[in-house]
């Protein structure tokens, strides 16, 4: 059973900063694509930071120059450190990756269980 937990979120003052991490656990052969998605109260989840498994990272433009998606491999683990942070970016913030746990199966995707964050003006 794979699992992505979270860790790294709280409450920090307009123009702090945040490093969230999520790490991969379980039977694991491969892992793909890596993002950060977050929802705030009464809107959709949207994709905040990618990153494949070549190092390439993708951005949604509110958080570029601000935010910073990276990965160790040799830990399994996706990390978003989040710098200048406005009241704005207050929201559940969640990992997602592409896994493949074995040669023969199929990526699927999987996602932790969130981590709020909480930026006061």
């Known amino acids: 059973q794979v699992q992505l937990v979270e860790s790294g979120g709280g409450l920090v003052q307009a123009g702090g900063s945040l490093r969230l991490s999520c790490a991969a656990s379980g039977s694991i052969f491969s892992i793909n694509d890596m993002g950060w998605y977050r929802q705030a109260p009464g809107k959709q989840r949207e994709l905040v930071a990618s990153i494949t498994n070549s190092g390439s990272t993708n951005y949604v433009e509110s958080v570029k120059g601000r935010f910073t998606i990276s990965r160790d491999d040799a830990k399994n683990t996706v990390y978003l450190q989040m710098n200048s942070l406005k009241p704005e970016d207050t929201a559940v913030y969640y990992c997602?990756?592409?896994?493949?746990?074995?040669?023969?199966?199929?990526?699927?995707?999987?996602w932790g269980q969130g981590t709020q964050v909480t930026v006061s003006s």
């Open positions: 997602n990756a592409e896994i493949q746990v074995s040669y023969f199966r199929k990526k699927t995707i999987k």
